[in-house]
C-alpha cells in the first residue's frame, strides 16, 4: 500500500523557515517522482516544487525560487521541502504527492505541476505564515 506522511507544518513569522518532510513507503522510491502541491483557502491547489528520484531534477514555481529547495534522502525514503523567507502568501495547506517517475522524465517535466498526473497524496500539513 503506498503512503505518503507530511510533517513539519506549523506557525512561523514572515521572513522565517521552516522543513518539511514527506514521508513515503509501499513503492519503489527511485522510480517515483515526487511534488509538493499546496490549497490556501478559496484557492486551487498549486504544484509548489517537485523532485524526480530517477533523473534527480528539480522544478519550482515561479514564487518560491529562490527561496523553497526541495531534496531528497532515498535511504530514508522522504522528500524535503526547506521553505526560507517564508512571506503571508505562503500560508496553505501543503501535500505532497507522488507519481511514477519515466513519465515525468521523457515530457522534460513539463508536466510536474499539474495535480491530476499523481496518483498518491498525502493528508496534508498545515503551514500558517504571520505578518
Known amino acids: 500500500e503506498v503512503q505518503l506522511v507530511e510533517s513539519g507544518g506549523g506557525l512561523v513569522q514572515a521572513g522565517g523557515s521552516l522543513r518539511l518532510s514527506c514521508a513515503a513507503s509501499g513503492f519503489i522510491f527511485d522510480d517515483y517522482a515526487v511534488a509538493w502541491f499546496r490549497q490556501a483557502p478559496g484557492k486551487e491547489r498549486e504544484g509548489v516544487s517537485c523532485i524526480n528520484n530517477y533523473d534527480g531534477k528539480t522544478f519550482y514555481t515561479d514564487s518560491v525560487k529562490g527561496r523553497f529547495t526541495v531534496s531528497s534522502d532515498n535511504a530514508k525514503n522522504t522528500v524535503y521541502l526547506q521553505m526560507n523567507t517564508l512571506k503571508p502568501e505562503d500560508t496553505a495547506i501543503y501535500y505532497c504527492?507522488?507519481?511514477?517517475?519515466?513519465?515525468?522524465?521523457?515530457?522534460?517535466?513539463?508536466?510536474?505541476?499539474?495535480?491530476?498526473?499523481?496518483?498518491?497524496w498525502g493528508q496534508g500539513t498545515q503551514v500558517t505564515v504571520s505578518s
Open positions: 504527492a507522488a507519481r511514477h517517475s519515466l513519465g515525468l522524465h521523457y515530457d522534460n517535466g513539463s508536466g510536474w505541476h499539474r495535480s491530476f498526473e499523481y496518483g498518491n
